[in-house]
């Protein structure tokens, strides 16, 4: 099974521009991504609308492409991006790997868990979940959460809290059920992604700003690994602070 793993990695964005290149410890971002990620896979690139990012990625030696402007989500820019990684290497992918490029800290077992579900050929996409922490808010519309199933797939996302819990008083509910919430790292079969990235935008997509119910609502089944090791995804200057903070006690050990 030949694997590619693709980083996404957008420059424009409302909450913190410039992501991508954030200063960790003396490296951008998505440079901590990038050999993270190394770590795991062969064929690792960083799929780019912008030319700043291109440059930081070859400044540290890694590979890129430059993607449309134009893409509403992560998963778009990876199809585009393995079309032209495809064409430009001459290999032919079994499994694409979506590591966003703000996941600085994305640990082996994630990924090793994100590809495990393909040694069979039943699995066509691949998530991650982990159960909320006793200290985490199940409330945090922030946090999408996952309803599975007994045979490992997703049922729901959302970013409400569900299930609901009947007769219980909302402040009990996180001691009465494991909540899982989604860890956004996807993988796909490569024909299954040049598919779903065609698909138009769905209700429940648009209603609760998840991408996976476009795939649900279109029949697809997404398999589900759960997880105990936590993620530091950053989204805004403050996500970024501790995610520094973590680093300095734990990167430099």
Not at 14 to 31: C, E, H, N, S, Y
Not at 109 to 120: R, Y
């Amino acid at each position: 099974m030949l694997t590619l793993c693709i980083i996404p990695a957008r420059y424009a964005s409302t909450r913190f521009p410039g992501k991508p290149l954030a200063d960790i410890l003396g490296k951008p971002m998505v440079q901590w991504v990038y050999e993270r990620a190394s770590k795991t896979f062969e064929h690792v690139y960083v799929a780019t609308d912008d030319q700043r990012i291109a440059d930081a990625i070859s400044a540290f030696g890694g590979r890129y492409v430059i993607t449309s402007t134009e893409h509403k989500s992560g998963t778009d820019r990876c199809a585009e991006a393995l079309e032209i990684i495809q064409r430009q290497s001459n290999k032919t992918f079994d499994v694409v790997v979506n590591i966003q490029g703000d996941e600085p800290f994305v640990h082996p077992e994630h990924l090793s868990l994100l590809i495990k579900p393909f040694d069979t050929n039943s699995v066509d996409i691949a998530t991650l979940v982990k159960p909320f922490g006793a200290n985490e808010n199940i409330f945090n519309h922030s946090l999408p959460k996952v309803v599975l199933g007994t045979n490992g797939k997703a049922l729901y996302f959302s970013r409400s809290v569900i299930p609901h819990i009947r007769g219980v008083e909302i402040d009990k509910w996180a001691k009465e059920h494991t909540y899982f919430k989604h860890l956004g790292l996807y993988a796909y079969k490569s024909n299954v992604l040049k598919d779903i990235s065609k698909l138009e935008q769905s209700p429940l997509e648009q209603a609760e700003s998840l991408e996976q119910l476009r795939w649900l609502e279109n029949g697809l089944a997404i398999h589900a690994e759960v997880t105990s090791i936590e993620t530091i995804a950053i989204d805004t200057p403050a996500d970024l602070e501790r995610a520094i903070a973590w680093a300095e006690k734990n990167e430099r050990l």
